[in-house]
């Protein structure tokens, strides 16, 4: 016969066990970026999303990059930018030549949605 202890040992353990080899299935392919904003890898066509608050679709992008309170983003094809103002709920669309001008875009760095994605912390954002 187990004693309580023993008992609450071997739940503990099993709780434990149960959580570490589950870690995948409560994992998100969604980080967040700012503002409600968030990266989304799917898994099967290795395509990346830019969702906006409270939705779970979004514009499949190639390029982004940020600095707090702005997204700036591509879409895949686009010669047009997207620049997001989270802390204004703004969104404006621009091009290259007008993103590379403006001050206020200009030394946002940018990078490949693939990268941006993978240096994103998977529990938390960035603002």
Known sequence: MCKPNQILSRVA??????????????????????????????????????LT????????????????PIIMARATGSQYWDAINTAHAQHTR???AARTADPLYQDIP??????AWTGLNQRGRLW
């Not at 589950?22 to 980080?31: E, G, K």
Request: hydrophobic share 35%; charged share 30%.
């Open 94 to 96: 621009i091009r290259d």
């Open 13 to 50: 353990s099993f709780v434990a066990l149960v959580c570490l080899c589950s870690c995948d299935l409560f994992s998100s392919d969604a980080r967040e970026i700012g503002g409600g904003y968030r990266l989304k890898r799917d898994r099967k066509t290795n395509q990346f999303a830019l």
């Open 110 to 115: 940018i990078e490949g949605a693939e990268k």
């Open 53 to 68: 608050p409270h939705e779970s679709g979004g514009l499949i992008i190639d390029e982004i990059g940020w600095r707090a």
